[in-house]
């Protein structure tokens, strides 16, 4: 991809954005519900706006961003301890069951799923996985909005929006939503395999571009 993302897929990224609002509205509970819609929102918001005024953050702004961050941080030295005092939920977590890093026998994995389904560990590790991850993301937006003055250079925003939807809360939950989604959560998630369908294919060819023209195939 070249410095800065065309206009079509920056629609593109604003509208999975949007269908990404809708899951977490649906499925999330306060405040990570709360948290992830406000991130995803502000992120749209820079996007959209005027070239001009991304030239510097109004004093507020800067502010607005320490306050949210502030706030999702007590969140999260407050509402962690019962998800931490639930030997269960710590178990499976630290087993890392639900990821690519979970690793048992076939009888513990029997055992695992028994647990799991028990105590919906699926829609607790969500939304753990997103009151232990937002803070720092809010902490480090609101700490490049100090440091940088609030100038913004005009690639940025674009490339945080597509960054904030690659979150692993928001990957697990689209993949959690896949198994029992309601009809509006399934249009939302078909929408969303769309948009990523079509990126992909917009991509490739700015890829080979970039490398330069490709002999041909060996086999």
């Known amino acids: 991809m070249g410095p800065a993302m065309s206009d079509g897929i920056t629609d593109l990224h604003i509208e999975r954005a949007e ?8 499925r999330l509970r306060p ?25 510097g953050a109004e004093p507020s702004q800067a502010a607005r961003a320490e306050e949210k961050a502030a706030q999702a941080e007590a969140d999260r030295g407050e509402k962690r301890r019962p998800y931490e005092a639930d030997p269960l939920f710590m ?4 087993r890392r069951y639900g990821t690519r890093d979970y690793q048992a026998s ?23 996985t997103m009151l232990m991850e937002l803070p720092d993301r809010l902490r480090e937006h609101a700490e490049r909005l100090k440091a940088s003055g609030g100038v913004i ?6 490339r945080r929006l ?17 198994g029992n989604a309601t009809p509006e959560e399934a ?4 929408r969303i395999a769309e948009i990523d369908a079509t990126l992909a294919g917009l991509q490739r060819p700015m890829a080979t571009n ?8 060996v086999h």
Request: hydrophobic share 45%.
């Open 187 to 190: 249009e939302s998630l078909r």
């Open 106 to 128: 076939n009888l513990v994995r029997f055992f695992d799923r028994k647990v799991a389904h028990l105590i919906d560990f699926e829609t607790a590790r969500i939304n753990y």
């Open 91 to 94: 178990y499976l977590w630290r």
């Open 19 to 26: 269908a990404l609002i809708a899951l977490a509205r649906s």
């Open 31 to 55: 405040p990570q519900r709360e948290q992830a819609i406000g991130l995803l929102q502000a992120a749209i918001q820079a996007v959209r706006q005027p070239i001009v005024g991304r030239q």
């Open 210 to 217: 970039e490398q330069g023209t490709l002999g041909p195939k």
């Open 153 to 158: 250079s005009g690639s940025d925003p674009a």
């Open 162 to 178: 597509a960054e904030a939807q690659q979150s692993p809360a928001l990957l697990a939950l689209t993949r959690e939503a896949a």
